[in-house]
């Protein structure tokens, strides 16, 4: 059993920033891939971001220059710093994480509201 919570969400100005944090708990061997995604209102779950066991860090268009992802390894806990936050960011964020075993776990989701 793998538990991801999510911490740091909550409502910001536009041009704002917010800082989200996600610690993996449990029966973790190795975690290969740590990422966040968001759904907003009538739309389907998209990658934010997401950032490999050695570093390797993928941005949606959407978010690159803005967001910035990061983890420690030692401590299974990855954060999304996400900076000059628009109206359009306003979603349900989601923490993921993968096992090298292939095993993929999900938080429950914070709010991020961007007011404009």
């Known amino acids: 059993q793998v538990h991801v919570v999510e911490s740091g969400g909550g409502l910001v100005q536009a041009g704002g920033s917010l800082r989200l944090s996600c610690a993996a708990s449990g029966n973790i061997f190795e975690i290969n891939v740590m990422g966040w995604y968001r759904q907003a209102p009538g739309k389907q779950r998209e990658l934010v971001a997401l950032?490999?066991?050695?570093?390797?860090?993928i941005y949606a268009n959407s978010v690159k220059g803005r967001f910035t992802i990061s983890r420690d390894n030692a401590k299974s806990t990855v954060s999304l710093q996400m900076n000059s936050l628009k109206f359009e960011d306003t979603a349900i964020y989601y923490c993921?994480?993968?096992?090298?075993?292939?095993?993929?776990?999900w938080g429950q989701g914070t709010q991020v509201t961007v007011s404009s």
């Open positions: 993921n994480v993968v096992l090298i075993t292939t095993m993929n776990y």
């Open positions: 950032i490999t066991n050695g570093g390797r860090t």
